[in-house]
């Protein structure tokens, strides 16, 4: 498997790293613990179902409903779309019902009839077992000083036991049942920890869960010592063992990045401990991993790899163990599928992966790998189903080992190796179109300044390529001047890491050495590193080239660039022995031609779920690769293609899960193409909506078509219809080009308090759908939700309104009927 990565730089041409997995080694069942998030929901759909089931989240932390300290992310509304999506469990951060930060002190009396509503509302929930009561967040700073150093550490202690004692007994005289978290200090305090367990032995008031946060850079090092250390201290005073919840881990320069993740999550599912990632910037995109509502990054598809871990996890030894920013993984047996998982990053350069006692029962005598890679795209910026980079059968030796050598590895990216028996035949070699990264910081530039972000050192600073970028290019000379090579004449795929705070869509210059300029708009983000990825194509002749990004009419961040070369339109191949299942699926190794991954034999009551990415709202084409007829079903509608016959399909932005199902058959893989085609589909303006009650035209600039329907809600008497011509019956995408800029400030900086709006969409005289929209980050960017809808042949009436609160703005919609 020589080459299955690309070349090692001369910087990495040192031996290899090793990191070991042992396959004999069980460490107990996957938990998958480490995939929670404080506000990683803010409303019903922010973020997607499609985004957020697939996850398998375990734990989430919330405030209660009502809560001031943010505008939403309240842990009623939100469990609705999280147990519906199969969550776990939902932490409620009781003292969120306060407004300031750190919590205003207004006195345990203030606090305790708080805690009684709390209560009696979760209670009152039909879910109220899923439920977890954590009533005090980090008091070690918070209402109490319990620093064991400080002159006054046994007044305070002793005052905040008596707080608990209080609280645990108040909410427990609601809610008998009650799951209880804490105490929830800002780290890892043992002095304080001995006093508090002994103390809550005594009186009868242990937490259910114990709860820590780890917030720092050196957690990466310590943690695995915090969390010995507990587990003694629980032996020695004859406690527990207690579920741990790390209720709060990482820092921005490790949220969104793939391999900064693998790192910590690592950790955590080998102790089988739960960990929700931190809330540092804004609510609905599970800290970093969510684009908009519905678009995977690269840290959302770590998170899918890593709830596609399946058996027990098996024990890995890195290269290093306990240290910082170094390469890390974690792994998977499961012998009823006959499948070994390994995920791993955190470091460049060279390694191998030496995988131990790969069974001859179940593996046999040869294993076929694929490795896959998922990069780091930005917070922000949206990532393609993850590249497959070799698909190689390999024998295994003697000694029951396979090495797998990973050439080339990237820092912040996270790899993926899948081994599965070899079968007759030769699996598909990967294509790995030629490609190449350029800093911004290396290149040439010009009025700009280059800034240090998120580093060891400085962990909430954001995350940047290399840990820099060129900001400050606001003055009619800025630019920033990458040399580049390339091999041959050709088309290439550019792609640009970037920041915009500007308030509106901002333009640069795009010039290829020096000759007219062509003018890329870049997106709004949070802030001027809250990065995002802008994709553009371009042809370059082969040989050096200056690419120039001038200052166009607003000011703009910039990052690292990729360019890639560009092999036509999109396409994956979705192997079928990697779905999720349901049902009593079996997996045929017989054959590795195709993917090289075998094949799910799918009978009657079984089902497999692929997750599709798609770029754009659009059209693709479809191709189940299976041995007799399947079903498909997508958005609500569902078809039997005919077999080895492609399907025109729509699909959503971002993620789309199909299922298939069968009476019988071996389903190798869901093939996809295309680029989202919009030929056939329905377009209507805002522009020729009738609008009542107050909504009316508004130009603008950004509108599609120069204007956009805006005052729209706030009433039930405004509304905008829009008259719709389908030329067939049946399910439909409706997608809604819409912006709105929404925000509640609560006067602590560290967050950004957005807001989404809803819109009851009514089609003829059906019954409305409220249908919720993320803040877009500045009310001249529009983005896309699409909503599933049933239409009839002919004339329709779609009707947008909310009678109670403002709707978002609507530039056009959209329709296309799901099969095309």
């Known amino acids: 498997m020589a080459g299955s990565l690309p070349a090692a730089s001369p910087a990495a041409a040192a031996d290899p790293q090793r990191l070991t997995v042992d396959l004999a080694s069980s460490e107990g069942p996957v938990m998958l613990g480490a995939n929670g998030a404080l506000y990683g929901l803010s409303d019903d759909g922010v973020p997607s179902d499609a985004a957020l089931e697939p996850l398998k989240i375990t734990s989430i932390s919330q405030k209660p409903e009502g809560g001031v300290q943010h505008p939403n992310g309240d842990a009623l509304t939100v469990s609705k779309s999280f147990f519906r999506n199969g969550g776990g469990e939902i932490n409620v951060m009781m003292q969120d019902i306060y407004a300031k930060w750190p919590y205003e002190n ?339 530039i010009t009025d700009g300044k280059v800034y240090t972000q998120g580093t060891v050192s400085n962990a909430n600073g954001y995350a940047a390529s290399g840990t820099k970028d060129v900001g400050s290019l606001n003055t009619a000379t800025s630019k920033v001047d990458y040399t580049v090579s390339v091999p041959q004449d050709g088309t290439y795929d550019l792609a640009i890491l970037y920041g915009n705070q500007s308030g509106a869509p901002a333009t640069q210059k795009l010039s290829v050495d020096g000759r007219d300029p062509v003018t890329v708009t870049y997106p709004s983000t949070e802030n001027w590193t809250y990065r995002a990825k802008k994709d553009v194509t371009l042809r370059l002749p082969a040989g050096t080239h200056v690419l120039s990004l001038a200052k166009g009419d607003a000011e703009v961040t910039l990052d690292r660039i990729d360019l890639t070369a560009h092999k036509g339109a999109p396409s994956a191949s979705y192997e079928a022995t990697l779905a999720d299942i349901s049902g009593k699926p079996s997996y045929d190794y017989s054959s590795s031609a195709g993917v090289g991954t075998g094949a799910l034999v799918l009978r009657s009551g079984d089902k497999a779920v692929f997750d599709v990415y798609a770029p754009r709202d659009g059209y693709y084409t479809v191709v189940p690769r299976a041995s007799a007829p399947v079903r498909l079903a997508l958005h609500g509608e569902s078809v039997a293609p005919v077999p080895g016959r492609p399907l025109r399909l729509y699909l959503v932005a971002g993620n789309n899960r199909v299922a298939v199902t069968a009476k019988h058959a071996a389903v190798r893989s869901l093939d996809v193409r295309g680029d989202g085609s919009t030929s056939g589909t329905l377009s209507y303006e805002g522009a020729s909506a009738t609008l009542q009650g107050g909504a009316k035209l508004v130009d603008s600039a950004h509108a599609s078509a120069g204007s956009y329907v805006g005052w729209l809600g706030n009433s039930a008497d405004s509304t905008a219809e829009f008259a719709v011509d389908a030329p067939r019956s049946g399910r439909y995408l409706l997608v809604v080009h819409y912006a709105h800029n929404d925000r509640r400030d609560n006067g602590h900086a560290y967050n950004t308090d957005i807001m989404s709006r809803t819109a009851d969409i009514t089609v003829g005289t059906g019954d409305p759908r409220k249908v919720t929209f993320k803040n877009t980050w500045s009310w001249d960017d529009y983005w896309t939700v699409g909503v599933p809808v049933d239409l009839k042949k002919g004339s329709n009436k779609v009707t947008f309104g909310n009678a109670s609160a403002w709707a978002p703005n609507i530039d056009r919609i959209e329709l296309g009927r799901v099969i095309g």
């Open 106 to 444: 207004l006195g345990i009396d203030d606090y305790l009839p708080k805690v009684d509503k709390i209560t009696k509302e979760i209670a009152g929930d039909p879910n109220s077992e899923r439920f977890v009561y954590i009533p005090f967040n980090e008091p070690d700073f918070i209402w109490y000083n319990l620093k064991p150093e400080g002159p006054q550490y046994e007044a305070e202690r002793d005052r905040f036991f008596e707080h608990w004692k209080t609280v645990y007994h108040r909410i427990r005289a609601i809610d008998p049942d009650a799951t209880i978290a804490g105490p929830n200090e800002t780290g890892y305090y043992p002095v304080f920890l001995r006093d508090f367990l002994t103390f809550a032995k005594r009186e009868n008031v242990l937490p259910q869960v114990m709860t820590w946060h780890e917030l720092s850079s050196s957690s990466l090092r310590d943690f695995q010592g915090h969390h010995d250390n507990y587990r003694a201290l629980e032996r020695e005073l004859g406690i527990g063992p207690l579920k741990i919840n790390i209720d709060e881990y990482a820092n921005r320069r490790d949220l969104s990045v793939p391999g900064q993740l693998v790192q910590w999550v690592s950790m955590f599912e080998r102790n089988k401990v739960y960990a929700n990632q931190a809330y540092w910037d804004a609510a609905g995109n599970m800290d970093g991993n969510v684009v908009r509502s519905n678009i995977p990054n690269g840290g959302w598809w770590f998170f899918r790899w890593y709830a596609g871990l399946t058996g027990d996890t098996v024990r890995v030894t890195p290269p290093q163990a306990n240290t910082i920013d170094t390469l890390q993984g974690l792994a998977s047996l499961d012998p009823s599928r006959r499948q070994a998982q390994v995920l791993l990053g955190g470091s460049a350069g060279d390694a191998d992966v030496v995988v131990k006692n790969v069974s001859r029962s179940v593996f046999g005598r040869t294993v076929t790998a694929t490795i896959a890679e998922a990069a780091w795209s930005g917070y922000e910026g949206q990532h393609a189903t993850p590249r497959v980079l070799a698909r190689t059968k390999v024998k295994v030796a003697d000694d029951g080992t396979v090495t797998v050598p990973l050439r080339g590895l990237h820092k912040m990216s996270a790899y993926r190796i899948v081994l599965t028996p070899g079968g007759s035949g030769t699996p598909t070699a990967a294509s790995v179109p030629w490609s190449a990264s350029y800093e911004a910081e290396d290149a040439a």
